[in-house]
């Protein structure tokens, strides 16, 4: 057998194929070693004496609680202007029926 034919085996041999990772990824065994691995590695950074901002910094994520509390903010202000938009026109009745319905009942009764 001349040694290109013998590499072409070996080649074909390891090549890795759809069907090849395919099955790899529905072996038990390796869906087991990853979950425990996951699960340590959760353990372990659960463990930790970090705080989130910490942790922020430490993805690169500089400000993180500064971002997340405008972007907080900046959605609910977009959220309240789209409702006042919507609701502009109609009547405050319409847009809360129970809140009367249950303040004049509680009065009349």
Request: hydrophobic residues 35%; glycine residues 4%; proline residues 1%.
């Amino acid at each position: 057998m001349s040694s290109q034919k013998k590499i072409g085996e070996v080649i074909v041999e390891h090549l890795l194929t759809g069907d090849m990772i395919k099955r790899k990824l529905e072996d038990a065994a390796l869906q087991k070693e990853v979950t425990l691995t996951i699960q340590q590695l959760f353990e372990e950074k659960m463990s930790l004496q970090t705080t989130p901002d910490e942790l922020a910094e430490l993805a690169g994520f500089k400000g993180g609680k500064e971002r997340l509390i405008q972007w907080v903010a900046d959605k609910i202000e977009q959220e309240l202007t789209r409702f006042l938009e919507e609701k502009k026109r109609s009547r405050t009745t319409t847009i809360c029926s129970h809140c009367f319905k249950r303040k004049y009942t509680k009065t009349s009764a």
